[in-house]
């Protein structure tokens, strides 16, 4: 039994493996979930929430370079590693853009980016080595309306749209299998009553119903990835009761029924292994379901709050700029939206072929 499930398993990946577009998109989520890990080490402003400011360079093209002069804090940053890499740096200095500067004495004179205006600082505060503090800064997704880096922004983003797939889904499975394996191995009145509280859901539009959970628990980061995971268990629960109706018919659950097995035992350990394949199929699915609400909610304004970065914020921030002339504020994101739900459904797709024992 174990060499044949095992050369089971083998096919199903060789199939997996001849599918090419199923390995770009696996990539591709792949390398979205390192950047989701790693953003604030891959992103050229990692503040916190990338929340760099700058009024005076606002909604500036892709490819747009300044000058920026780093006015050091005197208050010392003691901050660790694992600390860095989950919330961004202290943001204790602050960001000038500058058109020129000149050294005079014992003072550095700047002239600004936006207004023209000569601001003098004394040699001293720089360590007088001023140069090591001046730096020709690119933007290389542009600004946004506030003057804040748009890749770093849209990197960060990533993390807030790749972890709700997981917390949704995850939540979904912890509730939808024990709700749709229960229903499908008892049947009865049990199945009824299972099955009627899963169509009241159902009737429900899932966005009226994320958005009632969202104001109930709150508006915040973790509340919305709680919201979606309680509103799509459902699929997954009807998923697995359709199959385990099916697969507890089978002669082997039969032979664990007579030799004395609890239901619990026949449930986890003799069926929901045999229809792991449609419920994996499902979860690729939600993730991509998942990301998608995310992102209607921040659109709507009770997702992730500012300012932490959201790729639906960003598209609700600067949709107005389609018209204006700089479409790209809002096309960058919504191209990361579409990309990341794509790489996800077409992974759904590939496994279900990789998965199917008829062909």
């Not at 049947?187 to 009632?212: E, F, H, Q, R, Y």
């Not at 629960?237 to 385990?244: K, L, P």
């Not at 993730?287 to 909610?297: N, P, V």
Request: charged letters at 15%; a positive charge.
């Amino acid at each position: 039994m174990n060499q044949q499930s095992t050369s089971l398993s083998q096919l199903a990946f060789k199939k997996f493996k001849q599918n090419k577009i199923g390995l770009v998109s696996l990539f591709f989520i792949f390398f979205c979930g390192f950047i989701a890990v790693f953003c604030y080490v891959l992103t050229p402003d990692n503040s916190n929430n990338a929340n760099q400011m700058h009024l005076e360079i606002h909604s500036k093209p892709p490819g747009f370079s300044v000058l920026m002069l780093t006015i050091p804090s005197a208050v010392d940053n003691n901050q660790s590693w694992f600390d860095f890499l989950l919330n961004g740096k202290k943001n204790l200095s602050s960001e000038i853009p500058i058109n020129s500067y000149s050294i005079k004495e014992n003072y550095l004179e700047i002239i600004k980016y936006a207004d023209d205006l000569p601001q003098e600082f004394q040699l001293s505060l720089f360590e007088n080595q001023p140069e090591k503090y001046i730096e020709q800064k690119t933007f290389y997704f542009g600004t946004d309306k506030y003057g804040r880096d748009l890749l770093s922004r849209l990197l960060i983003g990533t993390r807030i749209s790749f972890f709700i797939g997981f917390i949704a889904v995850f939540i979904s499975l912890l509730i939808g299998i024990p709700i749709g394996a229960t229903a499908g191995y008892f049947g009865g009145k049990v199945d009824a009553l299972i099955m009627w509280i899963i169509n009241i859901t159902w009737s429900i539009p899932t966005l009226l119903l994320v958005i009632a959970i969202t104001l109930a628990l709150g508006k915040g980061f973790w509340q919305v990835f709680i919201a979606v995971g309680l509103t799509m268990w459902v699929e997954v629960a009807r998923i697995v009761r359709g199959q385990v109706l099916a697969t507890k018919e089978q002669q082997y659950v039969e032979a664990a029924k007579s030799l004395g097995f609890s239901d619990a035992r026949i449930i986890f350990k003799h069926i929901l292994p045999n229809i792991l394949a449609p419920i994996i199929v499902i979860s690729a699915a939600n993730f991509a379901g998942a990301i998608l609400i995310e992102s209607g909610l921040s659109f709507l304004g009770i997702g992730a709050q500012p300012p932490t970065p959201s790729w639906g914020a960003m598209i609700k921030n600067h949709y107005n700029y389609i018209i204006l002339g700089k479409p790209f504020l809002a096309i960058i994101p919504g191209l990361a939206i579409l990309l990341l739900v794509m790489s996800f459904m077409l992974l759904g797709n590939a496994l279900r072929d990789a998965l199917d024992v008829k062909s």
